[in-house]
């Protein structure tokens, strides 16, 4: 049975586009056995099983009531109107990934339509690990790197916590999805964000005259523009090349007139449903996106929710103290309220790892018990702040739970990071407590009626 099909009644009926969005949904997502999810009635949402039972099984949410503008726009793709969602997920090595916030992202997509990939970043050009369902390459082969966690940033970061910088005077940038992986994902718009001062792309390849190009005049935030490629059909491939001339002009500006700075892309199909940004830095910590700056860059793209997902590279330091951390949880809430006010805000919790040392000069592992505290710094920071916040560290079974994850496989060498199917679990356990705290909130209203 594929994923389409066990839609509910209630957001499949009257639904504007339906066919190409199910259509995608065929060719591009898993399909899901019926017996896979738990039933839910016509006007609740059906939820996915659990393949893993490890601990105790945490679906709520606390302060649920603080995503009610999230949960009304969730309202309205189920009620077949025309608009897109936009949700942003902030985070470290757990979500550059991809698997954790790309399980979440591919179940809300669904059961309330497909908008699009989101965010990209060319994080294989800055030598390190990319998600698996596009790429983003270059035949340039020197790049600076800029990234969010470095205390002197090589280059200038974007809206995904890096940047890519090079100083040839030609550039080409090939956004490609991959055809398994990324199936379902074609688009017909792209954005690229890059520095003011870096050369401006134009379309490449066999169908460059199918493209509607609007480069930025004016920057969207401070050094930052914002170019749109518009596609006449769905692709799967945008080739982009540099130009030095002068908008409007024959005249070619000499390359040193530039700093060629980019930042990433989002990608969009024209269709309503979800539209799923995943932003995550290897190493990244709250510190590191407590910046006005970045978070005006962030506030870009919209977000009704943002999903905080923080709090394990913390854990790691020599002097951990839940007050100095809560602090910092505070610090950067408080300024994503100031940015994006009307954004509803989710705290995760990390989920238990271990870390290493030595014993008789002996390297081994014991158990990270700064995860526990650092879960309830953050759900004390969540109450403070009067922001929704999801215990992950509860839901993956609360103390000694990483144990029970590497004996089911489910943790990576370094027992820090997860396994593609731990982390796919994890994002279907997301699911699972949003859908199940919009459910309540159906309940509670039909009760009223």
Same mark, same amino acid.
């Given at each position: 049975?594929?994923?389409?099909?066990?839609?509910?009644?209630?957001?499949?009926?009257?639904?504007?586009?339906? $066919?190409?969005?199910?259509?995608?949904?065929?060719?591009?997502?898993?399909?899901?056995?019926?017996?896979?999810?738990?039933?839910?009635?016509?006007?609740?949402?059906?939820?996915?099983?659990?393949?893993?039972?490890?601990?105790?099984?945490?679906?709520?949410?606390?302060?649920?009531?603080?995503?009610?503008?999230?949960?009304?726009?969730?309202?309205?793709?189920?009620?077949?109107?025309?608009?897109?969602?936009?949700?942003?997920?902030?985070?470290?090595?757990?979500?550059?990934?991809?698997?954790?916030?790309?399980?979440?992202?591919?179940?809300?997509?669904?059961?309330?339509?497909?908008?699009?990939?989101?965010?990209?970043?060319?994080?294989?050009?800055?030598?390190?690990?990319?998600?698996?369902?596009?790429?983003?390459?270059?035949?340039?082969?020197?790049?600076?790197? $800029?990234?969010?966690?470095?205390?002197? %940033?090589?280059?200038?970061?974007?809206?995904?916590?890096? $940047?890519?910088?090079?100083?040839?005077?030609?550039?080409?940038?090939?956004?490609?999805?991959?055809?398994?992986?990324?199936?379902?994902?074609?688009?017909?718009?792209?954005?690229?964000?890059?520095?003011? %001062?870096?050369?401006?792309?134009?379309?490449?390849?066999?169908?460059?005259?199918?493209?509607?190009?609007?480069?930025?005049?004016?920057?969207?935030?401070?050094?930052?523009?914002?170019?749109?490629?518009?596609?006449?059909?769905?692709?799967?491939?945008?080739?982009?090349?540099?130009?030095?001339? %002068?908008?409007?002009?024959?005249?070619?500006?000499?390359?040193?007139?530039?700093?060629? /700075?980019?930042?990433?892309?989002?990608?969009?199909?024209?269709?309503?449903?979800?539209?799923?940004?995943?932003?995550?830095?290897?190493?990244?910590?709250?510190?590191?996106?407590?910046? &006005?700056?970045?978070?005006?860059?962030?506030?870009?793209?919209?977000?009704?929710?943002?999903?905080?997902?923080?709090?394990?590279?913390?854990?790691? $330091?020599?002097?951990?103290?839940?007050?100095?951390?809560?602090?910092?949880?505070?610090?950067?809430?408080?300024?994503?309220?100031?940015?994006?006010?009307?954004?509803?805000?989710?705290?995760?919790?990390?989920?238990?790892?271990?870390?290493?040392?030595?014993?008789?000069?002996?390297?081994?592992?014991?158990?990270?018990?700064?995860?526990?505290?650092?879960?309830?710094?953050? /759900?004390?920071?969540?109450?403070? &702040?009067?922001?929704?916040?999801?215990?992950?560290?509860?839901?993956?079974?609360?103390?000694?739970?990483?144990?029970?994850?590497?004996?089911?496989?489910?943790?990576?060498?370094?027992?820090?990071?997860?396994? %593609?199917?731990?982390?796919? &679990?994890?994002?279907?356990?997301?699911?699972?407590?949003?859908?199940?705290?919009?459910?309540?909130?159906?309940?509670?209203?039909?009760?009223?009626?």
């Amino acid at each position: 049975m594929t994923v389409h099909s066990l839609l509910s009644p209630r957001l499949t009926r009257g639904r504007k586009k339906a $066919g190409h969005i199910n259509q995608m949904y065929m060719a591009g997502f898993n399909a899901i056995p019926c017996q896979a999810w738990e039933q839910g009635s016509i006007d609740t949402i059906p939820l996915p099983s659990r393949i893993y039972s490890i601990g105790k099984e945490v679906d709520s949410i606390q302060s649920p009531s603080s995503l009610q503008s999230f949960f009304d726009e969730l309202d309205s793709l189920g009620a077949g109107k025309d608009t897109v969602l936009t949700i942003v997920h902030l985070g470290d090595s757990h979500i550059q990934a991809g698997y954790y916030s790309g399980k979440v992202m591919r179940l809300l997509q669904a059961q309330f339509g497909n908008a699009g990939r989101g965010w990209i970043a060319p994080f294989k050009l800055s030598k390190t690990n990319e998600p698996d369902d596009y790429f983003i390459s270059s035949s340039v082969r020197e790049w600076v790197t $800029g990234r969010c966690i470095q205390a002197n %940033k090589k280059c200038p970061v974007g809206i995904g916590g890096i $940047g890519i910088q090079s100083v040839s005077p030609s550039i080409n940038l090939d956004v490609r999805i991959a055809p398994n992986n990324g199936a379902g994902y074609s688009f017909n718009q792209a954005i690229l964000y890059r520095g003011e %001062k870096a050369m401006p792309m134009l379309p490449a390849g066999s169908f460059k005259d199918s493209i509607q190009t609007s480069l930025a005049t004016v920057p969207a935030v401070a050094g930052v523009l914002a170019d749109t490629f518009r596609i006449s059909h769905p692709v799967d491939t945008l080739q982009l090349h540099s130009t030095r001339r %002068k908008q409007g002009t024959d005249k070619l500006l000499p390359a040193s007139n530039f700093k060629n /700075v980019y930042y990433g892309f989002s990608l969009t199909n024209g269709y309503p449903g979800v539209l799923y940004h995943s932003v995550g830095v290897n190493g990244a910590m709250y510190v590191n996106y407590t910046d &006005e700056a970045y978070v005006r860059q962030l506030a870009l793209l919209k977000p009704s929710l943002l999903i905080i997902s923080l709090g394990t590279n913390e854990t790691f $330091g020599r002097r951990f103290r839940s007050e100095e951390f809560g602090g910092q949880i505070r610090a950067f809430v408080s300024l994503v309220k100031k940015q994006m006010p009307e954004t509803a805000i989710l705290l995760t919790t990390p989920p238990e790892c271990y870390k290493r040392t030595y014993v008789n000069k002996k390297r081994t592992y014991v158990r990270n018990s700064n995860t526990q505290l650092a879960a309830k710094a953050i /759900v004390k920071a969540a109450h403070e &702040e009067g922001v929704a916040c999801w215990d992950l560290f509860a839901a993956t079974g609360g103390k000694s739970s990483c144990t029970k994850w590497r004996k089911e496989k489910l943790m990576g060498r370094d027992r820090i990071h997860f396994t %593609k199917d731990g982390y796919r &679990e994890q994002g279907t356990l997301l699911y699972r407590a949003l859908m199940q705290s919009y459910n309540q909130m159906l309940k509670i209203r039909k009760d009223d009626e």
